[in-house]
Each structure stands twice: as C-alpha cells, then as structure tokens.
C-alpha cells in the first residue's frame, strides 16, 4: 500500500548507535502504530499514538521511543540500539469508525540489522 | 494481559485441499478479529475480518467462524492454491479497542 512508506527499508547499525526509522501516511488516518516482528513471534506492539498528543505503550516498549511530529508522521527511535533489537519493523494506520478498531494498514517494513 | 494463540505454527497441503487456522483469544471484551496474509518479503495484508455480532464470514474461498462462547475463531481455506502459500496472522482488539493483538502466525504451504 504506497499509502503508507516507511524510511530506510534496510539498515545496518552498531551495538550503540542512536537510530531512527520514519514512517509517513497519506491516508489521513488518525491512529498509528509500530510493530516489531521476529520470526516465529509474530507481531507485537512497541507504540501507537491517535493523535499528536496522544502516545501510548505497547507489549515491548523498553528501549524505544517514538515521536508523533504530525498526523501524518510517526517516528521510532532506539536510543542505543542492541543486537536483540535485530527484527522487521513495521508501522501501521487505521481509521477507526466510532472508536472501533478497524482495518489496519501496514507500510513496507524496515530491516533492521544491529552488530 | 491479552493473549491470542494460534495453531499450527505450519500447515502443508496438498493444492485443491482445504486450509484450517484456528486461534483462542483471552479476553471476552474483544469484538473485532481480522486475520492477515503476509507473502514472503511482502507486508501483512488483511484478507478477512469479524466482527462479535457476527457466526461466520465468507468471501469467495475464505471463511472466517467465531464462538465467542469458547473465545475461538478459524479461518478457513477451500480449494487452496500455490498463491495461497503464505503466513497467516490472526489478531483480536484489545478489551479498550484501541489495539490488536497478533497470533504468533502460521506458515501455509501448499504444493501442486
């Protein structure tokens, strides 16, 4: 879905290193998310935010941070990224219809390698 | 916390057969369970979803069933083919709506 773009697709870092991986969405959609996935884990939650003023943790939150610049923007940092943080990162968007959840929408992912 | 299970963790089948998914959640307030289809390098794509007031759903040669008595919901494949061969996620909301929480996933294989 060229809706949703995420930036870098691929990057490699050293056990240390600040990193940040951005995601943009020309959905207007509200409520953003981003997921790690591991193989054989599936799927698991680091942070969503509804709106600009709004963040909230996920299941794995330790060791990231996020930043919600605009309605349009969602940023994932890791601070001092560690070799356990080796995974596929996805972020998402919905649009939820009277506070339901709904469908949501993933972007490309981003791989992300830490020595 | 929420929890949702999903089995197998892999399924090979013959093309033509049916697929079967199943997945158990924890929390009786979940009312939307979406499942999704991931292809290999590719993102995860939702292919079929339900909601609580809702038995069973179909499109085409997907179906999804939910017994929210038991807090289990399947996702059903009939006549599969190649195409098909994929992970599948299952996922239910969490009791404030505001997330989901993903099954572990299931790789399907299916061979002509």
């Known amino acids: 879905d060229a809706d949703v773009t995420q930036t870098p697709r691929n990057r490699i870092t050293k056990t240390g290193k600040r990193i940040m991986l951005e995601c943009s969405q020309t959905k207007g959609h509200d409520r953003m998310y981003w997921y790690r996935q591991d193989p054989g884990l599936g799927l698991r939650l680091i942070y969503y935010s509804f709106d600009v003023k709004d963040i909230n943790k996920g299941e794995i939150s330790d060791g990231y941070s996020v930043s919600r610049q605009a309605q349009a923007k969602f940023s994932l940092s890791l601070e001092s990224a560690i070799p356990n943080q080796t995974a596929l990162y996805f972020c998402?968007?919905?649009?939820?219809?009277?506070?339901?959840?709904?469908?949501?929408?993933f972007g490309p992912g981003t791989r992300l390698l830490v020595l | 916390g929420e929890n949702v299970e999903q089995h197998p963790s892999t399924l090979s089948v013959q093309e033509g057969d049916s697929a079967v998914i199943k997945c158990t959640y924890s929390?009786?307030?979940?009312?939307?369970f979406p499942w999704y289809k991931q292809e290999l390098g590719k993102r995860p794509q939702l292919i079929i979803d339900i909601r609580s007031n809702v038995g069973e759903k179909k499109d085409q040669r997907i179906a999804v069933t939910l017994n929210k008595t038991a807090k289990h919901f399947s996702l059903h494949i009939t006549e599969t083919q190649p195409e098909d061969s994929a992970v599948y996620f299952c996922?239910?909301?969490?009791?404030?709506?505001?997330?989901?929480?993903f099954g572990k996933g299931t790789t399907l294989s299916v061979s002509s």
């Open positions: 996922a239910a909301s969490n009791q404030a709506g505001t997330a989901l929480i």
């Open positions: 929390d009786s307030a979940s009312n939307y």
């Open positions: 998402a968007t919905s649009d939820p219809i009277a506070g339901a959840q709904e469908t949501q929408y």
